[in-house]
């Protein structure tokens, strides 16, 4: 997985854990569980070995302004943005796009 000429990190996830008062007209991704599955996803990639230079980072966004379709994370330097309901989602994310470097398209947002 690691690859210094990739860049820094050679993966970076950023999901969007934007918390939005309960009288907005908008929805927000804390509010569907995305701390919790930011941190299960920083520990899943702790405990594979995957992360620090070189290799995955995973990152607290402020709105990624996708929320209505959310909850939403971001990984780049690919770009592709993806919808999640819960662990196995990312479980899924990361064997699939950070492990073998394939999309995952059920999750993947336009």
């Not at 569907?32 to 995973?58: D, F, S």
């Not at 929320?67 to 989602?89: A, Q, S, T």
């Not at 479980?91 to 950070?98: A, K, L, P, R, V």
């Amino acid at each position: 997985m690691s690859d210094p000429s990739a860049g820094y990190y050679q993966h970076h996830l950023f999901f969007c854990c934007n918390r939005r008062d309960a009288t907005a007209a908008r929805p927000c991704c804390a509010a569907h569980g995305a701390e919790r599955v930011r941190a299960y996803a920083k520990e899943r990639i702790k405990a594979l070995g995957c992360n620090g230079p070189g290799q995955v980072r995973i990152n607290m966004a402020g709105c990624l302004d996708r929320c209505e379709l959310g909850p939403v994370l971001v990984v780049y330097p690919e770009g592709v943005w993806y919808r999640y309901l819960d662990e196995e989602d990312i479980d899924e994310i990361i064997e699939e796009h950070i492990g073998k470097g394939r999309p995952v398209e059920r999750l993947r947002l336009p």
